[in-house]
């Protein structure tokens, strides 16, 4: 292990040290970073043991720029505003990867983490090594924010310590946050494409309260009461946010004798209703990346058991909720904004 | 009496080593912790994800200390509210290392574990009847502790809970998701008085509920209105929105102070919302102003998530001698604070 200041010859040595595979501690505007060649699978996986970590645990990136971000992942809409508002800066920014970095680099689901330091050294390594280099906090898991080298070797152990080639020391560091991590894959349209809904019967009405939201799902509800018990009755719910399909649902449930407070399921993805008697299921498939998720949280059962289920954001899973169209009776109900602020058009049908 | 506790209740999996209120290792697989993002949530997996995580967790958290159990008493782990397939990891895991090393078990509330972890490392004498507010992504509560085990919902959420909202409104600015953390970020260096967003139920706070609904399509329709969008323009929607929100719960908590019969000596405050600054400001604020002690968490990672608060709630069972029995515990996906 070799402590150099931070002059001149720092960025020479720091990409010598890279090209062979190496692992350097850098300073950087937040924490002390720790640097491995992210496409070279052996330094990756020396950094892997380092950190003590276990494998498949993502490790972002820090490239030059926006153009040298562009090689390594998809960069969106969402993406590029934010790079452009706010890099170079403490943001690591998530977007589609496009598998050029070594194995374990990326997420699981192919995404990858870029960031672009505010700090003049680390761009000039990464400029002059021609890579991206992993900028991960420099402590090993679990242990102490490293805003100086002390705080990282006095937290590791003598095998830890034989790992490290290289530290750029720059002193005390300003103690600021780490960097916010940022996803923006959400905003990617839906990898998988859904296939178009055809409805039978399609009708559409104006909805001028939430009030009247409610009386529509309580409506629909006893149109399709009669099947209750014998088939499973999907109410598919879409609308962008703040249309009003928790407020539906709240419909629904008053209109199926459900006193409990019918909240927003985006955190814990279901909610189960049962006072009354009677059972709702409230998903929400908002977070929901692939249809086949929504088998995952038992969508099978649900329709088996012939229960009552109300999905938001169901053009999301569409393909999934259409794999049960002859099984159940699924009502794709469809919420837009109107003109005024209380106003929502809403249409809604049976598949067939 | 020494805990080993358990949390799977939704995306973290987590596990921890307490003993009284006093935390020994805290452990948390947090998919949203900086650098270990994994795209969107994937809830898909949190099953699988709970389970391929859960034995690592639990182990870093025994550590080499406690590692064959002998030290440890109980076993404690949460059994709701959640989601129901994640909550089932937690249970088995806990009721197999219950069985194999013949430990007792404790049943704990999810909430009540947000309620009670301004307690951890904190032995201070506590007076009741007290308050107890839950700030998270899952649940937005206010709750009277008549004493510790006995809870009252005085207000909760009908629609989003205060961390969704602030996600939520993150990711209209086009912050990505989760982004509560960012918008705090943000809405510290803007204007809170650019823009005017209604707060909601304003003036009907006698209804004792918090909702987001009216205030996210509100902010919603405001940043169509606003498009496109510059750096200056996203740190005054931020200010705006945020501040909002929090002008809306402190309402509300402050119609409750001061129309309750009760007088409250602590107001204890958890969830991972806690960790704002700017609402920890305004709460020690309304603390002041209504002769309340406001007492959060510690630390940071106590806020959100996270199985130390189970382990400080499950010590509180264990000396009223509420174990559960192994055939019998089972998830309640629903599970509510006075249950």
Redesign the interface.
């Given at each position: 292990m070799q402590i150099i200041k931070d002059c001149t010859d720092a960025v020479g040595t720091a990409v010598k040290v890279l090209n062979n595979g190496g692992l350097v501690i850098y300073p950087t505007e937040t924490l002390y970073g720790i640097g491995a060649d992210a496409t070279n699978p052996n330094a990756v996986k020396k950094l892997t043991q380092y950190k003590n970590r276990?494998f498949?645990?993502?490790?972002?990136v820090a490239v030059t720029d926006q153009k040298m971000a562009a090689e390594f992942v998809e960069l969106n809409t969402?993406a590029k505003?934010?790079y452009k508002?706010?890099l170079p800066g403490p943001?690591?920014?998530?977007s589609?990867g496009k598998h050029k970095v070594a194995r374990g680099v990326e997420?699981?689901?192919?995404?990858l983490?870029i960031r672009i330091p505010d700090y003049k050294l680390v761009i000039d390594i990464v400029r002059k090594f021609g890579k991206p280099i992993t900028?991960?906090?420099a402590n090993a898991s679990?242990k102490k924010r490293p805003y100086k080298i002390s705080d990282i070797l006095n937290n590791i152990s003598d095998k830890q310590k034989s790992l490290i080639d290289l530290i750029v020391d720059a002193g005390d560091l300003a103690h600021n946050e780490?960097?916010?991590?940022?996803?923006?894959?959400?905003?990617d349209p839906i990898t998988l494409r859904q296939g178009e809904i055809k409805l039978t019967d399609r009708n559409e009405v104006v909805s001028h309260s939430e009030e009247n939201t409610k009386n529509l799902a309580k409506e629909i509800w006893q149109k399709y009461e009669t099947h209750r018990g014998k088939r499973a009755i999907v109410l598919a719910l879409q609308g962008?946010?703040?249309?009003?399909k928790?407020?539906f649902t709240k419909g629904l449930a008053r209109a199926m004798g459900i006193t409990?407070?019918v909240?927003?399921p985006?955190?814990?993805?279901?909610?189960?209703?049962?006072t009354g008697g009677d059972k709702l299921f409230h998903i929400d498939a908002w977070?929901?990346?692939?249809p086949?998720?929504l088998r995952?949280?038992?969508f099978e059962d649900l329709i088996k058991n012939k229960s009552v289920v109300s999905i938001e954001w169901a053009e999301r899973v569409s393909d999934m909720v259409h794999e049960f169209d002859d099984e159940a009776i699924i009502i794709w109900v469809d919420i837009k904004?109107g003109k005024s602020?209380n106003e929502r058009l809403v249409s809604w049908g049976v598949t067939q | 009496m020494k805990i080993l506790a358990i949390d799977t209740s939704?995306d973290e999996t987590a596990a921890a080593v307490t003993e009284g209120t006093k935390i020994l290792s805290n452990?948390i697989w947090s998919q949203?912790?900086?650098?270990?993002?994994?795209?969107?949530?994937?809830?898909?997996?949190?099953?699988?994800m709970h389970e391929?995580?859960i034995d690592?967790v639990i182990q870093?958290a025994l550590c080499k200390k406690y590692k064959d159990l002998k030290e440890i008493d109980a076993i404690a782990v949460t059994i709701g509210?959640?989601?129901?397939?994640a909550l089932g990891v937690g249970i088995d895991r806990a009721k197999k290392l219950a069985i194999k090393y013949d430990k007792k078990l404790i049943a704990v509330n999810h909430l009540e574990g947000h309620i009670l972890s301004p307690l951890a490392n904190n032995p201070s004498s506590i007076r009741f009847p007290a308050l107890g507010l839950v700030v998270?992504?899952?649940n937005t509560i206010l709750v009277k502790i008549n004493k510790i085990g006995s809870y009252e919902t005085f207000a909760?959420?009908?629609?989003?809970?205060l961390?969704?909202a602030l996600d939520?409104g993150a990711?209209?600015l086009?912050?990505?998701?989760p982004?509560g953390?960012?918008l705090e970020?943000f809405a510290r260096g803007g204007k809170t008085n650019v823009y005017k967003l209604p707060v909601p139920i304003v003036g009907q706070e006698v209804r004792k509920i918090f909702t987001y609904?009216g205030l996210?399509?509100?902010?919603?329709?405001l940043v169509e209105s606003e498009k496109p969008?510059?750096?200056e323009k996203?740190y005054n929607l931020a200010a705006s929105y945020q501040n909002t929100a929090f002008t809306h719960l402190i309402r509300v908590c402050s119609y409750v102070i001061r129309n309750s019969d009760n007088r409250f000596i602590n107001l204890f405050v958890g969830g991972g919302v806690s960790a704002n600054v700017e609402l920890r400001k305004r709460l020690r604020k309304l603390g002041k102003e209504t002769g309340i002690n406001v007492l959060f968490p510690y630390s940071k990672k106590l806020t959100g998530d996270n199985a130390a608060m189970i382990g400080v709630a499950a010590s509180f069972k264990a000396e009223r001698g509420e174990f559960a029995e192994i055939d019998k515990i089972d998830r309640k996906?629903?599970a509510k604070i006075g249950d």
């Open positions: 276990p498949g645990k993502p490790y972002s969402a505003n934010l508002e706010f943001l690591t920014i998530i589609k997420s699981e689901e192919g995404t983490g900028a991960t906090s679990y780490p960097s916010t991590v940022i996803d923006t894959t959400l905003d962008e946010m703040g249309t009003g928790t407020i409990e407070i909240t927003s985006t955190y814990a993805l279901e909610n189960e209703y049962t977070r929901l990346e692939k086949d998720e995952a949280l038992g904004f602020e | 939704c452990v949203a912790s900086a650098h270990a993002k994994f795209g969107g949530v994937m809830p898909s997996l949190a099953q699988r391929e995580r690592w870093k509210p959640g989601l129901s397939i998270s992504g899952g909760q959420t009908t629609d989003d809970a961390g969704e939520k990711r209209m086009g912050l990505g998701y982004g953390a960012i970020k609904s996210k399509t509100a902010m919603n329709r969008l510059t750096k996203v996906p629903n």
